[in-house]
Nanobody, 124 residues
Framework: QVQLVESGGGLVQAGGSLKLSCVAS???DSWVAKAWFRQAPGKER????????????YYSDSVKGRFTISSNNVKNTVYLEMNSLKPEDTAVYFC??????????????????WGQGTQVTVSS
């Protein structure tokens, strides 16, 4: 059984930083593409950052230059380092993993496994 467990969310002032972690267990292949998505109240879930199994990293325009995705396959953990946070970054952040593919995708429909989410709140 695959489980993704996020941690590291919280309340931070605008301009501050947070680092989210997502520990994966039960994945048959640690090299599958992994991603972070977020969902703000009343909005659809949107992609934030992706790391493909080939090591490529992709970011949404809204976070490019401020957020960094990375991973440690030995620890089966994917991270999202968030700097220069803005109130509009407030959302529940979810990590996700694809099933048996290294290719990146910005579509949430292409991800088989999801964590429960962690709340990030940025105050102005």
């Amino acid at each position: 059984q695959v489980q993704l467990v996020e941690s590291g969310g919280g309340l931070v002032q605008a301009g501050g930083s947070l680092k989210l972690s997502c520990v994966a267990s039960g994945l048959r292949d640690s090299w599958v593409a992994k991603a972070w998505f977020r969902q703000a109240p009343g909005k659809e879930r949107e992609f934030v950052a992706i790391e493909s199994g080939y090591g490529g990293r992709y970011y949404s325009d809204s976070v490019k230059g401020r957020f960094t995705i990375s991973s440690n396959n030995v620890k089966n953990t994917v991270y999202l380092e968030m700097n220069s946070l803005k109130p509009e970054d407030t959302a529940v952040y979810f990590c996700a993993a694809r099933g048996a593919t290294m290719s990146a995708s910005t579509s949430r429909n292409d991800y088989n496994y999801w964590g429960q989410g962690t709340q990030v709140t940025v105050s102005s």
